[in-house]
Each structure stands twice: as C-alpha cells, then as structure tokens.
C-alpha cells in the first residue's frame, strides 16, 4: 500500500490523461469531482493541453507552406514535427513525402505567369534530385516512383505524356487532402497517453519486438555462414596467388643466383594454414522426402532453403563434397524415380515460393560438376526446366535460377546437344533482344548459355539459320554496358562466324565497321579477341568437316567447374516467425539420422586453362566460374 500512496498523484494523472484522450468527459468530470472530496491530490494536466494547443497551428503552418510553394519553410516545420521514425518505416508516409517533394519541384511551373524564374525553378530540381539520391533512392525500385526519377532531366515536363497528371488542379488538390489527412493523425498520434504507451511497452510490443529480434538473429546467422564462405574462398584464392609467385621467384632467382628468398613466401602460408572443418551432422532424407513430398507448402519452402543453405554454406573441400555426396547417395531430389509424385515435382506446385526454392536448390546442385552429372540422370529434368523458363515472369528469382540451372548444365555436351535440338538458341535471341530490361545475373547467363550452344556445330548451324537477327543482336550486346558479358559475346561471335554463310550476312550488314569502332574503345584484352574475330569474318575458309561431326563424339570428361556463386541466397523471401525453426536448426533438430558419411576424394580445384586469354572463348563455361578462373 505505502507504494501505492507514494506514486498516488501520478497514477491518478495517467488514469486521467486516458480518460480525457478516449473522450469520456463525464466521467472526467466525476472523477476529478470525487478525487477532489477524498482528498487525493491530481497534478495539473499541462502536457495535454499544451500538445493539444500546438498541433492545430503547426498543421495550419504547413499547409499555408504547402498552398504558397515555401519548400524551406514546409521541409524546416516537417523535419521538427513529423517523428523520423514515421518517414522511415510507414510506407504511406515515404509515399506522401516522395509526392511533396514533387510537387514543389514542379510548384514554379504550375503557378508562374509567363516563364518562371531560371535561378529558382534550378535550385528546386537541384534540391529534388539531392532528395532521390538520399532519402527518395529507397524507392527506386517501385514502378509506381519510377518514372519520376527522369523528372530532372526532361526539358519541358508540361508537354511530357508521364507528367500530365501532375500538372492538373485535380492531383495537386488530391495531395493536399492526403496531406491533411496524415497531418490530423500524425499529430494526434503524438498526444498517445502515456497508460497506453505503457501497456503497449510491455503486452503486444514486446511480443513484435522479440519476433522482430529473432527474425534477425537468423538472418545474421546466415550471413555469417556466407561471409565465412567468401572469406574461405578468398583465402584458397591467396594461397594459389602465393604458390605462383613464389614458383616465379623460384626460376628468376635460379638463373641469377640460386639463391631461393621464395622460401619466405611459402612461409608466409604456414600461419594461415586452415583448420580441420567438421563434417556436419547426418540427417534423415526418407523422413526429409516424405515431408518435401506431403508437407504444407510452408514446411517444404523451409526444407528446401535448408537444404540449399547446407550446400552454399559448406567449406569447399572435404566438408561440402561429404554434404553433397550424402544428398546423392540418398537421391534427394528423387533424379533415379519413376513415381509421379516425387521432388522433382515442386518445380511445377502452385506456391511461386516453393518454385522459387526448388529452382534454387538445383542451381546450388548445378553449380558443382559431381551435382550436374547427378541432376543429368533424370530424363526429364532438362525438360522441365525448359517449360518453367517459358512460364516464368522474366523478372522473377524463379526465373533467374532455371536460367543458372541450364547455363550451368551447357557445360555437358549431352545436354548442349538437348538444348539445341529444343530449339532453345531461338528462344535466348527474342530474350536478348531486350537486353536492357534483364538484370545483371540473367543477362549474363543468358550470353553464356548461347555462347555455349554455339559452339557446337549444331548450334552453329541454328544461328545460320536466323543469322541475321542472332548478329544484330551480338552486335548491339557489343556495346553493352555490362562489361562482364563481353567474352561470351566475343565467344558467340567467333564460333558463328566459322559458317561460310553467316560471314557473309555479317560482311552485308558492315559488321567489320562495327567491331572496329570497339577497338578505338575497347581494352587491351577486348581488343585482342576483336582483332580475332575480324581476322574469322575475312576467312574464306569451308566450314570444317572435323568441326561439323563434333556432335557424333563421345561425351568428354567435363572441367571441374564448382563455383557457388553468392547469387544463389540473395534476396531470402521466407523469413522464419517466432517460434519457427529455419536453416540448419530445422534439419538437426527434426531430421537427424544416423552418422553415415562416406568422404570421397576430389578431383583438383583448378584445372588448367586450355587457350590463350587472347583469343576468344572456345570452350563451355559458365560466368561465376570465368570470373573466377581466367586471370589465373
């Protein structure tokens, strides 16, 4: 009781602060009466007031700033009254931002007689460009904000068809009604009794805090994994880098003095000499089908993100070979059934997530040579991932994993072989006629792939059949901003070109004009393997009948390309709530099985590359990889 009575007056505040909020005035009324005849002492409720008496001019202010164009003067009062936190995480509030600040950009145009004053009307579209690229850059990617993103840059934004409606009494008088709006809430919102801030502190907004917490501890979790990965590689990458240095070293030293200081470099190794990386626990894959199978579409998301994760995550070596052997010896992902309901199927569920997580499950598999012989033993896989690339949004992570999927398979000659017979280069020119619409992943896959299919004589002979599209299409990728595309396009080109009748469409079209205009800009390297492919289109030479039977030998031994590019876990859609196992804890903690893990050795990291970097590519690769490997 002695508690209660020293915290008495303020107690009776906060019951009376509610009350006043919730508009119980008689109740006031009886309250403040019958405190008054016990005799309990109420502070006087000067906060209340005061805010109460405040939020009526500041709101008044703004909007007399909005009426009359005063940018400074409305930004100044927003920045003081409207709460930070509001502007950053209500997507309604940045959306009424992102439009005051186009409207007093364009203020100058509406309500100027004649022309409106340079100086100023600059000064706005200067302060409307520092707000996109601050603040209003968070909306870039809205394609409802998108095109005023050009609004700076266009002379006359009066006559322009993307602004018309800005310029019309009806969207101006549309936003200051918004603005009230917002205003009389936001406003208000601040006068929040201090019982309910209260309540809410320690009930429901601690429950959606501590979610919130978790939520980010798994994703920090996970970027630990994956940073820990790219550290890995980035020292296995040292390591090699030092070993050559220190060979050449070796051989100067050994032709001037014999003496070997290269000794030193390789001690430098010594200390950074990895650790023995466990192997991660068994699971239970008969328990793990069954649910990817039958479970809700929720759980088998979840499996699938797991299940990647493990591969992504995994220390090249011993670690992720153990991981992946395990997930073939067990069939994972049912390549050797027959059945109609099998793994294989959620490529086709009607949960775009699950599509999503399958996709990226067999590009991760893909990304490793052992995983593509596995994934090529299905007959119908190669198929399937065909029709999903025809049915998918182009825009879509879905999408981009199929087309890594199948990049990644054009490594495997039977394969290029099955692409081309499906008539897959037809379909990869429509797509990169448009190549400025693709994102950077699947532009680049996109290039390789075809590249990769025309190296083939089949290949070869499908691109002469539509020559002229496939070169204007190579040739307008030529000057392609992304300039990690261009040793496929080279590629594609210089293979193409070995068809007498497409060197004559090239010859037609002035291709050689072309491609001298890019060695004037090009890099050393560009310009090496241009000068190659202008030396191709002036060769007189038959088609050679040893290149035209390439398609009757046997399968060759694929180069050990393994690269898991950090692509494959970007943009993460499913999120674990509270309480919700994800990742590694969901596998270890309902799938675990018996330890059987059977090592297997690996076959080398790095294999030599088979021709000078100053020619065009002539063999199969894949980006991730080339990047990787072909300075080296």
Same mark, same amino acid.
């Given at each position: 009781m002695g508690d209660v009575l020293a915290y008495e007056a303020e107690l009776l505040e906060l019951v009376r602060e509610y009350l006043n909020f919730a508009e119980f005035e008689e109740t006031v009324k009886v309250f403040t009466k019958e405190c008054k005849i016990k005799g309990k002492t109420l502070p006087k409720p000067a906060g209340v007031s005061s805010r109460d008496s405040q939020a009526l001019p500041v709101q008044k202010d703004l909007l007399i700033a909005f009426d009359n164009g005063e940018q400074k003067v409305f930004f100044q009062l927003w920045e003081e009254h409207i709460s930070p936190s509001v502007c950053d995480n209500d997507p309604a509030a940045q959306k009424l931002e992102f439009y005051l600040h186009v409207h007093f950009a364009t203020y100058l145009l509406k309500h100027s007689v004649g022309k409106p004053d340079k100086a100023e009307l600059e000064e706005r579209i200067s302060h409307f460009k520092a707000y996109l690229e601050t603040k209003g850059a968070a909306l870039s990617q809205t394609t409802e904000f998108l095109p005023f993103y050009a609004l700076p840059f266009v002379p006359n934004p009066i006559v322009h068809?993307?602004?018309?409606?800005?310029?019309?009494?009806?969207?101006?008088l549309d936003l200051r009604t918004r603005l009230e709006q917002f205003l009389s809430l936001t406003l208000k919102a601040r006068q929040t009794p201090r019982l309910l801030t209260l309540f809410k502190e320690n009930g429901q907004y601690n429950k959606e805090m501590l979610q919130h917490l978790h939520q980010q501890l798994v994703e920090s979790e996970h970027r630990t994994m994956t940073c820990l990965k790219r550290f890995n590689k980035m020292q296995t990458d040292y390591h090699n880098l030092i070993g050559v240095t220190a060979e050449l070293v070796d051989s100067l030293e050994a032709t001037v003095s014999g003496k070997m200081a290269s000794t030193m470099l390789r001690a430098s190794l010594a200390p950074a000499k990895m650790q023995?990386?466990?192997?991660?626990?068994?699971?239970?894959?008969?328990?793990?089908?069954?649910?990817?199978?039958?479970? &809700?579409?929720?759980?088998?998301?979840?499996?699938?993100?797991?299940?990647?994760?493990?591969?992504?995550?995994?220390?090249? #070596?011993? =670690?992720? @070979?153990? %991981?992946?052997? *395990?997930?073939?010896?067990?069939?994972?992902?049912?390549?050797?059934?027959?059945? =109609?309901r099998n793994v294989l199927q959620l490529l086709h569920s009607k949960s775009e997530v699950v599509r999503q997580y399958m996709a990226r499950l067999i590009n991760a598999f893909a990304s490793l *040579? !052992? #995983?593509? %012989?596995?994934?090529? =033993?299905?007959?119908?896989?190669?198929?399937?991932?065909? !029709?999903?690339?025809?049915?998918?949004?182009k825009d879509s992570l879905t999408w981009e994993n199929v087309l890594g999927a199948l990049q990644k398979f054009s490594l495997r000659r039977a394969l290029q072989s099955a692409m081309i017979k499906d008539g897959l280069i037809f379909w990869l020119v429509d797509v990169l006629t448009d190549a400025d619409c693709l994102s950077d992943y699947t532009l680049e896959y996109s290039v390789a792939l075809l590249m990769n299919l025309c190296l083939r004589s089949?290949?070869?002979?499908m691109c002469a059949r539509i020559a002229n599209r496939v070169l204007k299409v190579?040739?307008?990728?030529?000057?392609?901003?992304?300039? +990690?595309?261009?040793?496929? %396009?080279?590629? *594609?080109?210089?293979?193409?070109?070995a068809i007498p009748s497409v060197r004559e469409e090239a010859r037609a079209m002035g291709m050689e004009e072309i491609l001298r205009c890019f060695i004037k800009e090009g890099n050393a390297e560009m310009i090496r393997q241009i000068e190659f492919i202008i030396k191709q289109l002036?060769?007189?030479?038959?088609? &050679? @009948?040893?290149?035209?039977?390439?398609? +009757?030998?046997? +399968? !060759?031994?694929?180069?050990?390309?393994?690269?898991?590019?950090?692509?494959?876990?970007?943009?993460?859609?499913? =999120?674990?709530?509270? #309480?919700?196992? *994800? #990742?590694?804890?969901?596998?270890?903690?309902?799938y675990l099985g018996i330890m059987t893990h059977t090592p297997k050795t690996k076959k080398k990291l790095f294999p030599s590359v088979h021709q000078s970097i100053d020619e065009p590519l002539q063999r199969p690769v894949t980006p991730g990889y080339h990047r990787t490997v072909y300075l080296m």
């Open positions: 068809p993307s602004f018309k409606e800005l310029f019309q009494d009806s969207w101006t023995d990386v466990p192997l991660l626990p068994s699971l239970d894959y008969e328990k793990l089908k069954k649910d990817l199978i039958t479970g &809700n579409d929720r759980l088998k998301a979840f499996l699938l993100q797991a299940l990647r994760w493990r591969l992504t995550t995994s220390y090249p #070596g011993e =670690q992720r @070979d153990t %991981v992946l052997q *395990a997930y073939i010896s067990n069939d994972l992902l049912d390549c050797h059934s027959n059945c =109609q *040579a !052992e #995983g593509r %012989v596995y994934l090529s =033993q299905n007959p119908t896989l190669l198929q399937m991932l065909e !029709e999903r690339l025809k049915a998918e949004d089949e290949g070869k002979k190579l040739s307008d990728l030529l000057g392609h901003e992304n300039q +990690e595309i261009q040793p496929y %396009v080279n590629g *594609a080109l210089y293979s193409i070109l002036n060769s007189d030479e038959p088609l &050679n @009948d040893s290149i035209a039977s390439d398609d +009757e030998e046997e +399968e !060759e031994d694929e180069e050990d390309h393994d690269i898991m590019e950090s692509d494959l876990d970007k943009d993460e859609v499913l =999120q674990p709530q509270l #309480g919700e196992l *994800a #990742g590694e804890k969901l596998l270890t903690t309902e």
